[in-house]
């Protein structure tokens, strides 16, 4: 099983473009969630999901945008990149129930806008 | 607001001492509380904890929830250089399952 797979795992991007993060898992997992870690401080939820076609908003919801259109893939889209979006990201998936392992995380990507 | 605070927010410690990791939370319909390890990369599942007062072990490390004090502990005893990472605890709560709050995370240092 490949897990949870994320790309690019290195991104530049210039004040103002845009971009799509990819994550995609084989678990047939549920749910699926987009943190962003920024140094010295834990993960904040951007945007989740509980299955295909619901989204929801997190914590730092303001400059992204999800979609689930499979129950494999929830991309995450950056509008119009601003220094401040500058920051890891995780995409991390689970079940929603019976679940004893927590979330699997993808390997992140580390995100600089100039 | 629902929060998970983490105490302290680091620590550094000798191979062989024991340390003690604590977190606390207020949130709205508690599910349950789980604790990771992250090293250089993404992080790693340690322990999900559901009940008051029932330990969950792995070889060092163990952790134990006290819902009345909304609170957790991560031990690690006879500390290695290995278990230098920073160690996160998050929250799932709310209506819909899976919704997670992190907190900042402890960041351990072992020296030899």
């Known amino acids: 099983n490949a897990g949870v797979t994320q790309t690019p795992k290195f991104q530049v991007l210039k004040t103002g473009q845009s971009m799509t993060l990819q994550c995609a898992q084989d678990m047939n997992h549920e749910y699926m969630s987009w943190y962003r870690q920024d140094p010295g401080m834990g993960l904040r939820l951007i945007h989740y999901?509980?299955?295909?076609?619901?989204?929801d908003q997190g914590e730092v919801p303001n400059g992204y945008n999800v979609s689930r259109s499979t129950t494999e893939d929830f991309p995450l889209r950056l509008l119009s990149a601003a220094p401040s979006q500058t920051s890891v990201y995780f995409c991390?998936?689970?079940?929603?129930?019976?679940?004893?392992?927590?979330?699997?995380f993808g390997s992140g990507t580390r995100l600089t806008v100039v | 607001e629902d929060k998970v605070v983490q105490s302290p927010l680091s620590l550094v410690v000798h191979e062989g001492d024991t340390v003690t990791l604590n977190c606390s939370y207020e949130?709205?319909?508690?599910?349950?509380l789980l604790w990771y390890k992250q090293e250089k990369k993404a992080p790693t599942f340690l322990f999900m904890l559901t009940s008051s007062g029932i330990e969950k072990k792995s070889g060092r490390l163990s952790s134990i929830l006290d819902k009345k004090e909304l609170s957790s502990i991560l031990n690690i005893t006879a500390t290695q250089t290995g278990d230098s990472a920073i160690y996160l605890c998050a929250v799932e709560f709310g209506t819909n399952a899976g919704k997670s709050t992190f907190g900042d995370g402890t960041t351990l240092t072992v020296k030899p």
């Open positions: 991390a998936s689970s079940y929603l129930s019976g679940k004893s392992g927590g979330y699997t």
């Open positions: 999901s509980v299955g295909a076609g619901i989204t």
């Open positions: 949130v709205t319909n508690f599910r349950s």
